[in-house]
């Protein structure tokens, strides 16, 4: 072996590469540590309810939780065979909605469902008051009067044991009850079988071949079922509403039955999701489209707005002495340190039609009493509101931006001969730029997702798609648009900010320096 | 048998955390939620300040958040803990908290006190318990005021005022949202009370309410938040607009402003409390105790002292007083007095809960074009 091929040793003995990498990975370890908290912030405030909010967007898994074997039953249904579904799928849902009221579900998937289709908030309310009072009683009657075991739950958890695959409805429809008795805090052995019980049993028995059970108690039991007076859930349920033998309501829960919907997404688009595919929606319910493209407009106006406005002011601030410039500076942070909700009120002050400016041109004889302007409540309003809100987040970029451009350059474009104009144009504004740019990705950006400014000085025609999922969200509780909504929302900004990546490139973006 | 293996699991599980479960004691935090403002003062003046004088071990915590009390409860609901103990919402958002699970189905007669002559509850109640969840507190109503000084000599004395611009030029604010604008509007296009609900439930009587708006669409500032209209009635903005009649009580009563009442076609609703579903035993005693006090026949009558909303229980009402602070007669300037209710409309709860998502939407569209 020669000294070159043997690896480099430290003083301890061991390879240089080994413990260089051991040194390099604990440095490593330290530096995740120390931005460990950061990160863990970050994922737990940002990633995770973004994630969420995504997830939400096309969850819908409510269907499936609460009516089961009616979702299973449905998948059987051609609704091009028969106009309505068949008693198998009477009969699941009949044992889904006594467990649904059980636990107070069946509401809450008729509001759900209500989204799709109106109408369906109150049927399910109104037969989840009248499910448990069906004429099936007659059945767990009959069977009682035939052998008082089948009073005995002991009896039913037998069966649901040994003949799980000859009474699949009844050990299914027990396994639910005996979970349903025991999260209310009752004891089982104590309770009464329910009526929904026997429901299951006489469908068991009613579809297994005659003389099929060995078990004495069931084979008794098929004999006489046979003689019993079937009652048909289909007319039980269209008794409570005739709704529930129209076509189209079973056909709106077999199209929201999946557990993943692109519903919601077609819903901010103004699309619908229907049992015959997607379709638009009637030219009356179309808003989204519309909101989306006003929020954007608008936003650009609001943006162009600020670059107007603010450049000056910036300008003024980088290029005036420092006393001065410094009580200019209070006199831009000051109205940025007011709360947001004083300023919007403040311009409401001013810009209604018995406000301060309307006042003023009528004293003024500028404007006739009776043709004061209407400012707001209307696109004019939100947009100088919001200019005025928003001019901060153009001017500080731009003031930072244009304090680093050297005095110098100006007055070179000078000596060499250029008038105030081109030294400004050609000198001046190119290095600003930067400070443009950044400015207005924060303005367009934080205008995109305004939501309390719009709402208050907005009217009908100054608000933006915030509003709608500030309404889905607080008041229709429809989680699912609003997160539909807000997604394709984040989604148009990661686009627009990547155009813009592409098209200015975002290292031109400064903040300062 | 699994029969016996669950119930010995479930008698284990029953042990296990039993001793910490029985206990029946009554927290000494509660945290009402309510809408703020004075509504919320009177409340705390006539239920909450006599209730700690009788436990001064109690300490009462308002939530001014009723406004968007549904959404936080379902978000409180979502993440397992609920810190609010009493929630006062409107009758339509306790429908909505009660199907989705998130408020508690309670039986009135139990909770409730019943009236002094012996009256049960739900009959004191009678039908403006409109859901299992909710326990009613107050009748108020959506109406309208107008400016005394820009009417002439013709001040409005009926609802479809508001349509005519002939007669009554200027803005009008109306609520941002379909309840009770379409119904107005149907009324004042000709379609007796009784039907209303059946005409707004076809695609027709949809079209005939929104082109009943069309008419004075560009005349109408729309409103979201109670304040709104008395606020654009005092400034002269609008000449005729619609509010709650308590906030219009206190423009007309507590700030002479030259606005006056308008009681026809007024729209009654009622406000009262839910409590939240999921509270620990402590807290739900407290609150079930809270309640019993604070909805009983002489604290409601108590509240008119301070507001002009009518009290839920009719036991109440021949107890109202005098206002606490100006002194005058409460009673004519309740929404349930004769005088004032001659021309009543009574929101339709059920209607709305089904159609409020889909005329919603096809209103903001409306209202966009």
Redesign the interface.
Known sequence: MTATDSPVLTADGTPLKASLRRALRREKARAFLLVSPLLLFVLMTFIAPIADMLFRSVENGIVHDTIPRTVQALRNWDPGESEVPGDDVFEAFYTDMVFAVERKSHTRLGSRLNYERTGLASLFRKSGRRVGTFDTKDYADAFNMLDPAWNDPATWDMLAESEAASLPHTASAYATWLGVVLADGGDPLEEEPWDVLYAALYSDLMQAPAGGFENPLLDDAQSAATGFEPVSLREQFGAIDEDWLDPQVWRTIQTYAARYTPGYFLNSVDLKLTADGVQYRDEGDRIYILLFGRTLYMSLVITISCILLGYPVAFLLANLPLRTANILMILVLLPFWTSLLVRTSSWKVLLQQQGVINDILVALRIVDDASRLVLINNQTGTIIAMTHILLPFMILPLYSVMKTIPPAYVRAAKSLGATDWTAFWRVYFPNSVPGIGAGSVLVFILAIGYYITPELVGGTRGVFISNRIAYHISSSLNWGLAAALGTILLFAVLILYWTYDKIVGIDNVKLGG | ???KK??LA?AALTLAVGPTAVSAQLADDITLVSWGGAYQKSQHRAYVEPYIADNPEVTAVWDESS??A??KL?AMNEAGNVTWDLVDVVASDAI?L????LAM?IDHDELLAPAPDGTTASEDFGNLIVSDCFIPQIVYSTTFGYRTDMVGSTPPTDVCAVFDLEMYPG?RSLE?RPINNMEWALICDGVPKADVYDVLETDEGQARAFAKLDTIKDDV??W?AGADTPQLLA???VVIGSTYNGRLFSVIEEQNQPVGMLWDAQVFDLDGWIIPAGLSEDRLARAKDFVRFATDTQRLADQAKYISYGPARMSSAPLVGMHADLGIDMAPHMPTDPENAKNTFLYNY??W??????L???F?????Q
Request: proline residues 0%.
């Open positions: 048998m699994k029969l669950t119930v479930a406004y968007e549904v959404a379902r909505r009660c199907d989705e699970g189905e803005k941002k500032i729309w979201s400034d002269g903005e059920e209607w809960a089904d159609y409020r998502d889909d919603d939407a096809k903001q569209a409306w209202l966009a």
